[in-house]
Structures are given as structure tokens and as C-alpha cells.
């Protein structure tokens, strides 16, 4: 039997993406490599949305969490072609509704597949051909599945799943762990602290995802547990660099804009303990993030506060 992966497929595909920073940049690299055309937007850029969008058989949106509602509301307007596939590539959560990314685009467009995009993505690592996979996630199978044949590769192994909202909410909250777990290791807190912070980190994401309707197995994933280990232990992750920066003395205000790209944590913090209030959700980890980055407590405060809380059953 011949097990040999037939990588790309053999339509090529017209991409559209929407944010020309780092990651859609990079993921762009992925599909050029694999023979499909690419067509970058940027609100700085020559090429008009109009023209990116009418062209395109998969619109990726890759801008940060600030520009989704903007930008969402332009492609509206526009109108796609009615089989275009939107996938969203943004780890984050709407202040204005607490929304993710994915849940904003489908509200826009209700009538078509949404896929979401989300792993253990580094985007350097990537850039330099290292092995990495990713999950792409939607209700719709033949989408995710289409999305799935153009971005697969030899470097690039990518897997399906049907719980969008898990996927995507798998990679925006580790990026509050990983503000922790710079903390963590800018304090030199040791091993075993970091094992506890990760772990209870991912109760706590469990705890919040499946209280919004995400499937708890999805955690346990490369989208969950597998991109918390990546991005909470490598200093390529802006998040992580924000949390070491913070426990050497920084402010947030020194560190943000020599960060190459969006710390999407700062944001989803805030938005977390919002919504976390409101559903009477315990996040104490991501408490001790937000009073952090709120500049009331100093990170030494953080790491005592979350030692002294009452002692419990695991
Ligand atoms: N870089 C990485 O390794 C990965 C990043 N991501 C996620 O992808 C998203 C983008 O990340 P990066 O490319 O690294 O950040 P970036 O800061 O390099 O790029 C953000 C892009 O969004 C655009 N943008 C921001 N606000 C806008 C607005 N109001 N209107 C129009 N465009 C706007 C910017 O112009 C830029 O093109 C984030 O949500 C991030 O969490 C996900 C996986 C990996
Ligand atoms: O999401 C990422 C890796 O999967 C990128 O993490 P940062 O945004 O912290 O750099």
C-alpha cells in the first residue's frame, strides 16, 4: 500500500488575507509554497480590500483582535463570492462584546462556513521550515477539510476538528498563561512552579471554555495543552516576553511597543475578567494577570496571592 501524503491538492486556491503582520504573512508562505495564490490586504498596503476580496476563493483574516469588528464590517459590505470560505487566524476576544474572532465573523455571515485556524504556531519557527501542526476547526467538515488539503505540507502537518470555538478559545486563553508563566521564569521561580502554573492554568481554561460551550477533549489538544507548552516556554511568544519583562521591572508601556507584533493577552485579560465576573467564573490565575498588567500589584504580590489562596482539593 502506498502511504505516500499527496500534498497540495491539485486545484490551486486564491487566497485572500486580510492583516499582513507576521502571522499573515507567514501562513501566507505556507500556501504560496504549496502552489496556491496569495493575495495580502493591509490597511497600509497598495492593493484595495475590494479587490482582494472579490477575488478570493478563502478570505483569511489575520489582523489582531482591535481590527476584526473594522475590518469584518468593510468585507460585509464588499460582499464576497457566496462560496468563499472565511478562516480566522486571531487569538483574541472583542471588547466591545467579548466575543472571539471566529464567533464575530459567523455573526456577519451566518449564510457560509467559518474555519477556525489555531496550534502550537510560533511564527518564526515556522518561517525558518520547522515541523509544527496545527488544528483547523469549523462546523462545517468539507470547509475545514478544503482549508486542511491547501495549508497541509511536510513541515506543516494539519488536522481537523469540529469544535470551533474550542480550537479558538484553546489558543486566546493560554495567552494570558503565557504573560504568567513570563512572570514565572523572569522571577526564576524554578521548575515545579512552572509544572503548577501550567497545569492549573489549563484547569482554569477548561473551566472557563466549557462554561462558554467549548468541548473540554479540545483542550487536551494542540490548540489547548499544545499551544500553552509552546507559547508559555519559548521567548519567541510576545506574550511570555511581556510576562518576563514585567518580572524584570518593565512597565507595560516600555515593553509594548518594542514587541515584534500584538501581545494578544494584554486585551484578553481584560476582557476574560469582565465576562469572568460577570458569569461568576473563578480565574484566579488570570486575576493576578489583570491586577499585574493593571499595575496594582508588583508580580512578586501576584505569585504570593495565588500560594495563599485557601487550600482545596486538586
Ligand atoms: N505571530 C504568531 O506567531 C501568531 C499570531 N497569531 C495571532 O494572529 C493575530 C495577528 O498576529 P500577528 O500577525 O503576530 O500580529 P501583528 O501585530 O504583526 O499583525 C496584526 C495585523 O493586524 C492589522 N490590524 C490591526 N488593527 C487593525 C485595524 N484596526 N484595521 C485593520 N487592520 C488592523 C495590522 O495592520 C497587522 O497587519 C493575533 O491575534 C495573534 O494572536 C496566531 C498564531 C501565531
Ligand atoms: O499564538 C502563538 C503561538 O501559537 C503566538 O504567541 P504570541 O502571540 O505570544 O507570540
Redesign the pocket.
Known sequence: MDNTPTFPPTKPQTLGI?????????LGQLVSQNGHRVEYW???GDRSLEEVVTGADILLS???????A??LSQVKAIGPGADTIIVT????LDPQTTCT?AQLWQRAFSDRPVVVL??P????E?QQGLPAATVVASHDEIAATLVQEVFSSSNFRVYTNPDPLGVELG??LK?VMAIASGVCDGLQLGTNAKAALLTRGLTEIIRIGTHWGAQMETFYGLSGLGDLLATCNSP???NYQVGYQLAQGKTLAEILPNL???A?GVNTTQVLIQRAKTLEISVPISYQVHQLLEGQITPKDAVEALMLRDIKPE
Open positions: 486580510l492583516g499582513a503582520g507576521v502571522w499573515g504573512r507567514t493591509s490597511r497600509r489575520a489582523v489582531s483582535m482591535k481590527g476584526v473594522p475590518v487566524a486571531t487569538k483574541g474572532a489555531a496550534g504556531n510560533l511564527s518564526k515556522i489558543g486566546t495567552n519567541l511568544s510576545r515584534e507584533g500584538t494578544e
